[in-house]
């Protein structure tokens, strides 16, 4: 083993192997001397165990682990002044491996250049309180947004954005030297309105057919009202469950999409999702197009070779591909995919209801939906427990949790209760059907809340404001919001 990983925690080690796997499989290949590589890192390391357990956290999940001294997850302002000095030195070491890992195979490619870029700007460059550039993982719909974008990310109409208007073209064509489109929504905008709504009636035929003809106009005009705050918060965070926050201006790196593996197993084996990984630089005071320039020329000294990338925002063309299009299916959507949601259960059809649609499961499972809404409105809100958890529980805790399944599976029947088998053990096979049959009901409606989260506990992140039972909320229905 390299002394530099003895340095480390399991979970330190656990983060590393995370990020070498990304390096690994950037460039779609998988190289003899990356393995030997990661052989010689971690000697006599179970290596399989290893990775699979690298495989269940997120990319920005690894990096902020690889901040904390030894196993610590105590992130508070704090500890983290405590600790800079100590944190710095573990940030600076696990830069060094990944690095080194990344170029044993004598060759960077683009996509692992952006990812030791991130590397670099988050272990080595940040400051003590870790505020200047951050990483951030989201969870990706069904919807393509684009590999390799620069996104400009700003609530708060800062004298920035007129630094980009005049100075649009030039950084479009530094960012396209390296294979990156630059995102800017006023002038995204702008071009749909050069093009005009009858041109754009005719272009809807094309990128878009499956709308109705009445409908496109509504389209554009939603199109010409969009602003960077509006697109970033009801669009990427309302709609694709994002969680970006731009109270001073940011450039939002799209570093690529990468799979974490979910901890609820299924008869079908084991799941993945897919994650969208972001590196945001939070440019301050700083200039933006002396921050555009550093990220070009950093980029430049990680990689082997470049593909140039030839796009200028010529008048007579309107891209459509991955952010671009993006934009247009969601503004388009719009209606077809309300933010707002209303969870409904039905106790005279034993049955939920997802603005209006039926969610198609057995009055079992279906009780067992019911009973994760409950325990993640109610009580310590964490949520159904998984069998790890569930068997660290006292008897009496474990009785609760059986006798609150079968009031509900009582309650759908309209009576005060109904003997059922054990909930446990096979409670993961089912929570993957009841995710399976949310996916088809909301997946394409971008409705994050509605998702369940699977870690120790299944929760859902609704709120008691928007589940009612026969129409009544849930927190003011006698017998649901008090289960015993």
């Known amino acids: 083993m390299d002394n530099r990983i003895t340095e480390f925690g399991r979970e330190q080690r656990i983060a590393i192997a995370r990020v070498i796997s990304d390096l690994i499989m950037a460039d779609k290949i998988i190289d003899d001397k990356e393995i030997k590589k990661f052989s010689n890192l971690f000697g006599n390391d179970n290596k399989r165990n290893l990775f699979r357990y690298a ?9 902020n682990i690889l901040t904390h001294p030894e196993d610590s997850t105590d992130d508070s302002e704090q500890i983290r002044k405590l600790n800079t000095i100590q944190r710095k030195k573990y940030a600076e070491t696990a830069a060094n491996v990944l690095i080194e890992t990344a170029y044993s195979d004598g060759l960077c490619t683009p996509s692992e250049a952006t990812i030791l870029l991130c590397i670099d700007y988050f272990l080595r460059k940040n400051n003590g309180d870790y505020s200047k550039y951050e990483v951030q993982s989201f969870h990706l719909t069904d919807l393509f947004i684009g590999d390799r974008f620069i996104l400009y990310a700003d609530f708060s109409n800062s004298t920035t ?7 649009y073209e030039l950084i479009v064509n530094i960012l396209a030297s390296i294979g990156y489109q630059f995102i800017y929504i006023p002038k995204l905008v702008e071009q749909y309105k050069r093009k005009g ?6 272009m809807a035929m094309y990128i878009f057919p499956d709308i109705p003809e009445t409908q496109v106009e509504e389209v554009y005009c939603n199109i010409l009202g969009m602003t960077t705050k509006k697109f970033i918060q009801e669009y990427l965070n309302d709609k694709l469950g994002f969680d970006i926050s731009c109270t001073t201006p940011a ?14 197993l299924s008869e079908k084996g084991l799941p993945y999702e897919t994650y969208a990984n972001f590196l945001k630089m939070n440019i301050g005071n700083d200039n933006v197009l002396n921050v555009i320039s550093d990220f070009v020329s950093n980029y430049n000294k ?20 991955g952010m671009h299009k993006a934009f247009f299916r969601m503004v388009a959507l719009a209606k077809e995919n309300p933010n707002k949601y209303n969870i409904n259960i039905n106790t005279s059809m034993g049955a939920i209801f997802i603005n209006d649609h039926k969610v198609n499961l057995p009055l079992g499972i279906t009780a067992i939906y019911a009973l994760i809404l409950y325990r993640s409105l109610f009580g310590d809100k964490k949520g159904l427990p998984m069998k790890n958890i569930y068997n660290t529980l006292s008897k009496e805790e474990q009785e609760e949790i059986q006798r609150q399944y079968e009031t509900i599976c009582g309650y759908l029947h309209n009576q005060e209760r109904e003997e059922r088998a054990l909930l446990y053990p096979n409670v993961m096979n089912r929570i993957s059907v009841i995710r399976n049959e949310l996916d088809a009901i909301v997946s394409s409606k971008f409705i ?3 998702q369940l989260g699977v870690a120790d506990y299944v929760k859902t992140i609704v709120t008691d404001e928007n589940v009612t039972v026969n129409g009544v909320k849930i927190a003011e229905h006698p017998r649901w919001s008090n289960i015993n």
């Open 302 to 321: 990680f990689v082997s070779f470049n593909i140039n990338v030839d796009f200028n925002p010529a008048k007579e063309r309107l891209l459509y591909s």
């Open 55 to 63: 495989q269940e956290i997120t990319f920005a999940q690894a990096l």
């Open 197 to 202: 709504l009858d041109n754009f009636k005719t």
């Open 448 to 450: 994050g809340d509605i």
């Open 251 to 264: 450039l939002l790196v799209m570093m690529g999409r990468s799979s974490r593996l979910c901890k609820d």
């Open 161 to 167: 954005s007129y630094v980009i208007e005049e100075h």
